[in-house]
């Protein structure tokens, strides 16, 4: 059981070049998150979506783009990197509107240089 | 004011104490409680939830909620030196049709053998 993969685990990147996380589950759960974590600022949620096709935004979603054409995936996608977008993403994901616990997949941490 | 608020520690315990991390949140609304677990490196692991006042025991973790005073906070019993970690609380805030929480930026446990 695969549950919640993400790729890449590691990547560095260019300020100016776009660069795409993929979150995979393999729980057929409704809901997906994207969220980072920084020191001092803990995990902030960046977009979600409650559905194939139906995302929305969270607490720090400027800079970033979703989609989501599959339930099982959600990638985010920066499309100018800049270095103030340096963390660790965390993709995450929830059973239903009545669950609303969260699993979280192992994170890709992104350095922009 | 934040809305989760937790002593960023750390809180440092002798093997087989009482560990006590405590948590408050601003929305008197809010619905939902979470206890999550982040080894150094590694994706936050969900622990515990709790929707109701009182207590809830799983293991060595039990869970306690008053709502009155908006607070939550986590008992780890007989602490173990793999217990070191950083414990994140989590708060699910009254329903508006999505399942957002909102973490505290977590509380570093250290217990020594």
């Known amino acids: 059981d695969a549950g919640i993969t993400q790729s890449p685990r590691y990547k560095i990147t260019e300020t100016g070049r776009q660069v795409t996380l993929m979150c995979h589950q393999t729980?057929?759960?409704?809901?997906m998150f994207w969220y980072r974590q920084d020191l001092g600022h803990g995990l902030r949620l960046i977009y979600y979506s409650a559905a194939a096709d139906i995302t929305d935004k969270g607490e720090v979603p400027d800079g970033y783009v979703v989609s989501r054409s599959k339930t099982e995936n959600f990638p985010l996608t920066l499309e100018s990197a800049t270095r103030s977008q340096t963390s660790v993403y965390f993709c995450?994901?929830?059973?239903?509107?009545?669950?609303?616990?969260?699993?979280f997949g192992p994170g890709t941490r992104l350095t922009v240089t | 004011q934040k809305e989760v608020e937790q002593n960023s520690g750390p809180l440092s315990v002798p093997e087989g104490a009482i560990a006590s991390l405590n948590c408050t949140y601003s929305?008197?609304?809010?619905?939902?409680f979470f206890w999550y677990r982040q080894y150094s490196g590694k994706s936050p692991e969900l622990i515990m939830f709790i929707y109701s006042n009182g207590d809830k025991e799983d293991g060595r973790f039990t869970a306690q909620l008053n709502k009155a005073s908006q607070y939550v906070s986590l008992l780890i019993r007989d602490s173990q030196p793999s217990d070191s970690a950083t414990y994140l609380c989590?708060?699910?805030?009254?329903?508006?049709?999505?399942?957002?929480?909102?973490f505290g930026t977590g509380t570093r446990l250290l217990v020594s053998p």
């Open positions: 929305d008197r609304g809010s619905q939902s």
């Open positions: 995450a994901s929830s059973e239903s509107v009545g669950s609303h616990e969260q699993y």
């Open positions: 729980w057929s759960h409704s809901y």
């Open positions: 989590a708060v699910g805030p009254r329903n508006t049709g999505f399942q957002k929480l909102v």
